[in-house]
């Protein structure tokens, strides 16, 4: 329920569940008062809101550059290949 929370909008309270999140399977007395702690302080902070600024941005697209990403991920391969094969054989 808390991950829910976090993914509406309340970030203020991610690392702390974050830190809760392995002891899930088999929490404790003080794992579920540490929970408690945090759910009050959902409650306290009721009224909290995340502000959007609803502007579009102005963003030049002529500083994007075009990639062709098969032909780059291929030569990074070959590259990556034949450093592993020179590692290998000794040079």
Same mark, same amino acid.
């Given at each position: 329920? $808390?991950?829910?929370?976090?993914?509406?909008?309340?970030?203020?309270? /991610? $690392?702390?569940?974050?830190?809760?999140?392995?002891?899930?399977?088999?929490?404790?007395?003080?794992?579920?008062?540490? $929970?408690?702690?945090? *759910?009050?302080? $959902?409650?306290?902070?009721?009224?909290?809101?995340?502000?959007? /600024?609803?502007?579009?941005?102005?963003?030049?697209?002529?500083? *994007?550059?075009?990639?062709?990403?098969?032909?780059?991920?291929?030569?990074?391969?070959?590259?990556?290949?034949?450093?592993?094969?020179?590692?290998?054989?000794?040079?």
């Amino acid at each position: 329920m $808390l991950r829910w929370a976090i993914e509406l909008g309340r970030i203020d309270i /991610d $690392l702390e569940v974050a830190m809760m999140a392995p002891y899930s399977a088999s929490p404790r007395i003080g794992h579920i008062e540490a $929970l408690y702690n945090i *759910f009050s302080y $959902l409650m306290m902070h009721d009224e909290s809101a995340l502000a959007f /600024d609803a502007t579009k941005p102005d963003i030049d697209e002529s500083t *994007f550059q075009e990639v062709d990403w098969k032909f780059s991920m291929e030569k990074w391969r070959r590259s990556y290949h034949q450093r592993c094969l020179s590692l290998w054989a000794g040079r």
